[in-house]
């Protein structure tokens, strides 16, 4: 386990991901959520045709361990999965639950040879070397299948629990809201839109170009039976033609675009947009200020593996430069307020209580369409 290099394997000479004992899937029983759990299993069966290991004895001894952890899963793995494979730039902190893994490993008196703290490094070299496997191949990236598991399984979790860690975007609506709403880019976001939105409310329009995002939020209004919401797959800075509303809600996206794109974006929403209607802009630049810092190796490494990846640089001035755009536009700017921060966290560490220090601007913006 020293080197992780080519832990999973692609070539037809490779030994299967899942043996006998990995198959019973033995921490699943009597979990609350079935419907999890035949996703997890239906997952790693399917998983079983696309990649094994290497027939090597370094591989059979991985494949023993990876099928140990299978043995041992909980339902809730496939979140943490997903977390890392499509949105670890909206949840850096991923972590396999060693409790809830020891704990069916001792039901099924399983004897190991190694300490916990050893077993447990093994599990993880494992799984982050699964999710990187997995996000690093487009053949698995994109898989219908894959995808449609782990979006039906995050749907089904955050439906049955509710446990939605992010802000309340319905803070930012306005409660006198007559037209459809589009929220751009909506991301895992959108999940607590639809579970908070009315059904006496006008339309609510989610989009997104992540099939990952898009399967499952359409597969989470399903599940709440809301008929005032639509998902939609776009990708911006073009934007959905021929889709009129009176609000649209651009909620940390648009430091992801490049400032020409941006400009574009704004012409479509002012176009978008009924007159009167409102955009509501919610953004920061943390995720460039944490590539900035990022430069110096010290800090660098102690970043999760895998999370500076996912970010993305953005402009010097890139607060007044988004205001000067608004407004250059044809936007009358009613609300605009600017706040610094410095913060000390272990969120983006991935050694739990080394905490990393971080300054950056949050910024909240809402502007009109005016005649």
Known sequence: MRNSHSIFVKSQARIPLLTESGKKFSGLEHSKSPELCQRVTNFFNFLNEKIGFPETVLGRENQVLFNLLLQSVYPEIMIDLADLV?????RPAVYLNFDHIHMNLKKDRTVLTDSIDQINEKFSVLFLELAKTIRENPFLFG??????????????????????????PMEMIPADLKSPIIDVATGLAGFRLIHDWPEDYPKLILTDSLPFIVMGLTHFTNCSGKTNIE????????????????CILANKFLHHLQ?????????????????????????????????KRARNQEYGNKLIRGYEETLVEIEDNFCENLIQDIRHVGFNVSYFDFHEYED???AYSQYPGDNLSIKFIGLEIMANKIG
Not at 282 to 287: A, F, M, N, R, S
């Open 86 to 90: 499509y949105v670890q730039h909206e």
């Open 143 to 168: 898989d219908t299948r894959i995808v449609q598991l782990m979006s039906e399984s995050y749907s089904i979790y955050l439906f049955q629990t509710e446990n939605f860690p992010w802000d309340n």
């Open 231 to 246: 998902i939609l797959n776009i990708d911006f800075p073009e934007g959905p033609l021929g889709k009129h509303c009176g």
């Open 259 to 291: 400032r020409d794109e941006r400009k574009q974006f704004l012409q479509w929403a002012f176009q978008a947009l009924d007159l009167g209607g409102m955009l509501l802009i919610l953004d920061t630049d943390l995720e460039g200020q944490i590539l």
């Open 344 to 346: 000390e966290t272990d």
